[in-house]
């Protein structure tokens, strides 16, 4: 499944491509895809079942208030996507990428976005957690 950030642009951009979840007490791999001022990044991002669900609640919240912040983060590692709203609505999605390597390799990335985003983003998000029906 991909979750896609609805900005209605290609260049910011962010998308959560072919998500799957690792088993049923492990937590969620995917490829992360961001645009944002001619940067682009593609590449492995992980997140655990607990962090996708305080995500959700989180940009639930933002929507509704107006305030706050969620994050996805992978674990024992810096890579984090950031959503931040402020009072006026506009949503500043914020992060970080590293290659932990010989030759180690880092992206930070920043752009702005409003409030429309919110929910849409809660809502595939929280199909993500859903369990599957077999």
Not at 23 to 30: F, W
Not at 84 to 89: I, K, M, T
Request: hydrophobic share 45%.
């Amino acid at each position: 499944m991909d979750v896609v950030l609805r900005t209605h642009t290609d260049d910011p951009s962010l998308a959560f491509r072919r998500v799957r979840r690792l088993g049923p007490a492990d937590g969620y791999e995917c490829e992360l895809h961001v645009r944002s001022a001619g940067f682009v990044l593609a590449r492995s991002f992980w997140f655990e079942p607990s962090d996708l669900a305080a995500c959700i609640d989180d940009l639930r919240i933002m929507d509704r208030d107006l305030a706050g912040a969620a994050e996805l983060r992978t674990r024992y590692e810096d890579n984090f996507v950031r959503f931040d709203v402020s009072a006026r609505g506009v949503v500043t999605v914020s992060g970080t990428a590293t290659e932990y390597s010989a030759l180690g390799q880092s992206l930070r990335f920043a752009f702005e976005t409003d409030q429309t985003v919110l929910r849409p983003l809660a809502e595939d998000l929280a199909a993500l957690a859903r369990p599957v029906a077999t």
